[in-house]
């Protein structure tokens, strides 16, 4: 019996799929602790993010809701920062997992990424505040921080110096009478970093890796067709990258460097858990390991995230994301479980396990994994949802059905994976006739869910808007009228 609240540590890394381990079984990636941390804890093979980029994810993962309530559609530009009220933070008006257990006594602490907002103080309940002065980086070297008010630069690479800043902070709070949560929010492996990044230490490692465990395909025409619809719509943007984008599959430098950023990750890992076995407190410390989003590295014919595509899509690749927990109340030291969970199951989960309650526990629609860890006898849900901007999909057991809105010019096509006889998701069947009645099914799945997990304000399926920024405005603009526009 605890005599007090467990201790929690969330590692939360930036643009992982969860292929890119070797405990997910991809045997040219080095990743020794977090493998060691899967055979003693809990390993989740079907965990989803809601969106796949970084701050709708991020939001969720702090407040237990999907974009379509809290308002964050895609990361939040730091080139319109300047056009954010002062003070400006996206969750501010939320119930946030470090207020929910800073009330109930903990100690809560930020070191990482935060891109919800503006930087230059602790926010949502955090008390120790180390971050980067903004949400996006050129570079791994040389960024920004901002070290709980005070501002200096990084000349390490940024891995290293949130380990250090994270390993810091379990010394000196890891053994005291209150318990902590530490938020270790990694800004790696981050795929879309410019190809010319300076190597580390683990790039030798990858030097001359064949790269097999990535696929060898043609790119899509769906990327094809966003570079030029990004274009078209937004010719002052950064075109040149939007190119990168269809060039990335087959750089193998760029693939060889996404892959070591996972080693600098767990290196710092361990060096996390060696510091919680040094203060002996590991045993009485919930350890969670997971990523913001996945990211497709090729699969499907492209590399980004779900929107990098037109329409966007919720493939696996996109979507799928690592989820490792480790604590001794949990049953059968290196389990894996198929159940479909996603990041709101995260947040309700660690409150389950520290013992806190939400005021308005009906708007979460996450369930806690507690009956899953303990391999307790019960039903869990079959569904998990997903949203990005103009796409909204259901995944089951069974199937992947991707909806788009309709009525706009573009004539999206719905899309349709029978998951048991086409696994890799490649044969649509939403236009057959024959699979209309689970469509018909699923897309009131949909409707049901999203009635009842959606603010109209931020719902964009039925006029609402977003917060700071959209990738996709001019549809908006089409859609709902000329005088859309983000709002705060």
């Not at 996404?258 to 076995?277: N, P, T, W």
């Not at 806690?368 to 303990?374: M, V, Y």
Request: hydrophobic letters at 35%.
């Amino acid at each position: 019996m605890r005599s007090r609240q467990p201790n929690i540590l969330l590692i939360f890394v930036d643009n992982q799929p969860a292929s890119m381990m070797g405990c997910y079984g991809n045997d040219e990636i080095f990743t020794p602790h977090l493998d060691d941390l899967a055979s003693r804890g809990v390993l989740f093979r079907n965990a989803f993010c809601p969106n796949s980029m970084c701050s709708p994810c991020r939001a969720s993962m702090l407040t237990g809701l999907m974009p379509s309530q809290h308002g964050i559609h895609t990361w939040l530009d730091d080139e319109v920062m300047d056009e954010w009220p002062d003070n400006y933070n996206a969750i501010a008006e939320f119930e946030t997992l470090p207020e929910k257990l800073a009330e109930a006594g903990y100690h809560t602490a930020l070191i990482g990424k935060y891109h919800l907002g503006f930087a230059d103080k602790p926010q949502n309940g955090f008390k120790h505040w180390v971050t980067m002065a903004k949400g996006m980086m050129p570079s791994f070297y040389g960024v920004e921080m901002n070290d709980n008010g005070k501002y200096e630069t990084a000349d390490e690479h940024s891995v290293d110096y949130f380990t250090r800043k994270s390993v810091e902070y379990l010394d000196r709070y890891a053994d005291k009478d209150e318990p902590f949560f530490l938020f270790s929010t990694y800004n790696a492996p981050y795929g879309e970093m410019r190809p010319d990044e300076p190597e580390h230490r683990y790039s030798q490692k990858y030097a001359e890796l064949p790269m097999n465990s990535v696929p060898r395909e043609g790119l899509c025409s769906e990327l094809i067709d966003w570079i030029l619809m990004r274009k078209e719509k937004a010719p002052d943007y950064d075109f040149e990258w939007y190119k990168k984008l269809a060039e990335m599959p087959n750089n193998l430098r760029a693939m060889r460097q996404f892959y070591s950023q996972v080693s600098m990750v767990d290196d710092g890992v361990g060096q996390m858990i060696a510091k919680l076995e040094e203060k002996g407190v590991l045993d009485d410390t919930l350890v969670i390991y997971t990523a913001d989003h996945g990211l497709s590295v090729g699969h499907h014919g492209f590399w980004g995230h779900g929107e990098d595509t037109w329409p966007s899509n919720m493939h696996r690749s996109a979507n799928n994301i690592p989820l490792i927990v480790s604590h001794p109340d949990f049953a059968k030291p290196g389990r894996q479980v198929e159940n479909l969970v996603g990041t709101t199951d995260i947040f309700e989960t660690i409150l389950d396990f520290a013992g806190c309650k939400l005021d308005a526990p009906e708007s979460v629609s996450g369930m806690s994994l507690c009956p899953l860890l303990r391999d307790e006898v019960g039903e869990f849900r079959d569904e998990v949802f997903m949203e990005q901007e103009e796409t909204r999909a259901i995944r089951t057991s069974r199937w992947l059905f991707m909806r788009r809105i309709e009525h706009t010019k573009y004539d999206f096509k719905h899309e349709l994976y029978d998951l048991e006889n086409d696994p890799d998701e490649r044969n649509n069947l939403a236009q057959d006739p024959e699979y209309a009645g689970v469509t018909a099914e699923l897309s009131a799945r949909l409707d049901e869910y999203f009635s009842k997990y959606a603010n109209p304000r931020w719902d964009l399926w039925k006029g609402g808007v977003v917060k700071s920024n959209s990738t996709r405005p001019f549809l908006w603009k089409e859609v709902w009228g000329k005088e859309w526009a983000p709002e705060y």
